[in-house]
């Protein structure tokens, strides 16, 4: 079992930046692969970005790709990410997730365990 708690949402004016921390329980943590998500108000999940167990690959959505950067401290069993140039389409809830398997994926059913979402407003 894997608890995640993110923070460091908030709103900020388009052109800003935000951090997002997901610190998580367990001894394990770098054993997985993490990845952020998010959901705007009536729509679907989307990925955002993942990252490798030993951090040495990443993973983007091509909407946040050259403004957003994932990391991770397996040390502090936290991942981050780095959001720069933010835009309006950038607001949602933002979650931490743990693939168990991991797949670098994606997919949001690859991945088991989830935060309890952090959420970022940018306006215009």
């Known amino acids: 079992q894997v608890q995640l708690v993110e923070s460091g949402g908030g709103s900020v004016q388009a052109g800003g930046s935000l951090r997002l921390s997901c610190a998580a329980s367990?001894?394990?943590?770098?054993?997985?692969?993490m990845g952020w998500f998010r959901q705007a108000p009536g729509k679907e999940r989307e990925f955002v970005a993942a990252?490798?167990?030993?951090?040495?690959?990443?993973y983007y959505a091509d909407s946040v790709k050259g403004r957003f950067t994932i990391s991770r401290d397996n040390a502090k069993n936290t991942v981050y990410l780095e959001m720069n140039t933010l835009k309006p389409e950038d607001t949602a809830v933002y979650y931490c997730?743990?693939?168990?398997?991991?797949?670098?994926?994606?997919?949001?059913?690859?991945?088991?365990?989830w935060g309890q979402g952090t959420q970022v407003t940018v306006s215009s």
């Open positions: 990252i490798s167990r030993s951090h040495g690959s990443t």
């Open positions: 997730a743990v693939d168990p398997l991991n797949r670098l994926s994606s997919w949001s059913w690859a991945y088991k365990y």
């Open positions: 367990g001894r394990t943590f770098s054993s997985y692969v």
